[in-house]
């Protein structure tokens, strides 16, 4: 018995194997079913990672965690070989009998285990994406020697342990903006900072806030969401807590923003900020960014600002191109084919020479004329000559002859919608919203704010040609350079009386006027207005019985009701505005093709059939706004809901964009989703 007992563990080893093999001969078509289900699970769980991957990657400033890329791709090869596994077994069978079933059955066992350890691997990522700051994008530069100096030598400042602000100064249009920018390149390519380098537009808004949450954002630290434009424009994304050790809270003071950031900064130690533009004393201290904590480059266009102001300990005067560098830029901007023209070359040069070295009307003047005959270069060469030296008055002299030089009406209006805008950036979607209801020409036979936003693209892209319009490095976004007048003034009764369009911006105004005369008004826009808070808006609104876009952009507004009597809006914009409540009245709204309430977060209430009465709404925008959607049951009670219910959304047969939030899924009513609905955001969770 003692032998016997001795010789199991002998007997086992030998005939477990066996056992196991025999197995996969046994097991060969369960082995197989369970590798194809197995397959289907394992492809599904990567597409719903990858949507997950795909949410988050929307908001910029967010990149795939390297463990996540590299199970992806793995997956993927496992799905392939599996997916051809499959194929030629089932190609194979007539020839699986007996023991021909041995290998195919291992094969098939083994890739089972391989993807049950991948299955619990994609559940235990303890993030998908992480957060980085988001990158300015340095512009190329041409090789001017009078340019590659001053940069050479503000670098190399900089590398002194006592220098620490720098500034740069000259006229509008001479090009500090595109020389810091080219500072900033090179100090990152060629790592001269430790950290980061950050430039922030300043202007006339020297808000301390705004330029707070700038910094934070171009750091990659947490602000509240939406707060900045810069922010709003780039589609905001959330730096991750703890990890960048920071984090803003819309009720912090400046005060205490300033020692956070103050903080951060001291911590990272040797990060350069450019501030742009800077045309008064900017409170250093106050904004958290110390001298001596961190290298500045101020830019100003005049010396009095950077030096009796700011107190820079070096400054560089940024003086007009050479003749050879205007030259240069000249030929290259406008093609070797006109300058090598025989009729063209000699006039080509003096009007380079008109420019006198001024970048922004070197360019401007040699964009316009590319591609003209000769009678329109010498136009151009005469009225230079006319502006006496005067390089401003050239620029606009310039500018408006390529404004003239437009070869449409069209392209002239939205040229002059622009300026009446403002020289600040703008998202292309916006300027749809605020063109549209004005009845232009420019979308005359247009019947889909589809095809009408396919035209606006195709318009600002020969506005950009002109030089009219700049390319802003954020994609989707325009802007106009400082030379463009601004109308920032509430105007007086006689030009109210002819407005067609008004627009004002980021003024510190306590209310509105009590008339508003404007029988002739189209367009209506109030965004960020300082301090502005409506109780409502004045009664002599509903005298606009022409108006057909309105726009109340992040204002303060308590009482909507009256906006329902401007039957004729077709644009109504109320984006990161503050009021509770969307009134029944907004449903007397029936001819409106476009609402945006999109980020309006104290948004708790819509009145019932509200939005199924906008029969003619072809897009519908509330992401990050209202998600108390009442349930359909409720809604279908004697009593009624109290709130807009979502298979009110089934009435609206035009609708081709819809954002909104939604609580839950199943919240979803069947057959939601029409055949013209080409493009929707569901945002499931709360707001």
Known sequence: MESVGQLAPVV??????????????????SNVQVLETQTTELRHAKERLQHDIDEALRTVGQKTEADVEEWLTKVNKIIDEAHQFLEDDRQAK??????????????????????MVELQKGKEFPRLTYSTPLQDIWDPCLDFQSRTSIVTQILEEFQKDNINMIGVYGMAGVGKTT???????????????????????????????????????????????????????????????????????????????????????????????????????????????????????????????????????KDFMLKVLNKEEAWSLFENTVGDDAVKDPGIGKVAIEVANQCKGLPILVVTVAKALKGKKLHSWKDVLGNLKLCSGNELEKAYSSI??????????????????????????????????????????????????????????????????SCLLLDHNINGVITMHDLIHVFKEWPIKEVLEKCTMISLDEINIPNLPDELECPSLRMFLLSDLT???????????????????????????????????????EILSLAFSKFKQLPKEIGQLTRLRLLDLSNCTELEAIHPN????????????????????????????????????????????????????????SQLPFNFFSDKLKHFKIFIGDV
């Open 179 to 313: 020389l810091v920018k080219q500072v900033g390149g090179q100090a990152e390519d060629e790592k001269l900072f430790n950290y980061k380098v950050v430039i922030v537009e300043v202007k006339q808004n020297t808000d301390v806030e705004r330029i707070q949450k700038d910094i934070a954002e171009k750091l990659g630290l947490k602000f509240d969401e939406y707060v900045t434009q810069t922010g709003r424009e780039r589609v905001l994304w959330e730096a991750e807590e703890g990890k960048l050790g920071l984090g803003f809270d819309e009720k912090q003071t400046v005060a205490g923003r300033a020692r956070s950031l103050g903080n951060y900064i001291k911590k990272k130690k040797n990060i350069l900020v450019i501030f742009d533009d800077v045309r008064k004393e900017l409170d250093l201290e106050k904004l958290g960014v110390s001298v001596g904590m961190s290298k500045i480059l101020l830019t100003s266009r005049t010396r009095e600002v950077l030096c009796s102001k700011m107190g820079t300990q």
């Open 94 to 115: 007539k020839c699986l009998n007996g023991f021909c079933r041995y290998h195919p059955s291992r094969k098939a066992a083994k890739r089972s285990q391989k993807i």
């Open 400 to 465: 408006e002859w390529s404004y003239k030089q437009l070869e449409s009406e069209e392209l002239k209006s939205l040229f002059l919608i622009f300026g009446t805008l403002g020289g600040k950036n703008y998202f292309l979607q916006d300027m749809l919203i605020y063109t549209l209801g004005l009845g232009l020409s420019m979308y005359e036979g247009i019947e889909t704010v589809e095809a009408a936003h396919d035209r606006l693209h195709s318009l600002v892209d020969k506005l950009k040609d």
């Open 610 to 665: 509200v939005i199924s009465s906008l029969t003619r709404l072809e897009e519908l925008k509330m992401n990050n706004s209202f998600n108390k959607w009442e349930i359909e049951e409720a809604s279908n009670n004697i009593s009624g809901g109290s709130n807009a219910s979502l298979s009110e959304l089934k009435h609206l047969s035009n609708l081709a964009t819809l954002d909104i939030n939604i609580k839950d899924y």
């Open 531 to 569: 301090n502005l808070c409506c109780p409502s808006l004045p009664p002599s609104v509903q005298s606009l019985s022409s108006l057909q876009t309105l726009c109340l952009d992040q204002c303060e507004l308590r009482d909507l009701a009256i906006v329902g009597e401007l039957r004729s809006l």
């Open 12 to 29: 086992n080893h030998a005939i477990n194997p066996v056992l196991r093999q025999l197995g996969y001969l046994i097991k060969y078509k």
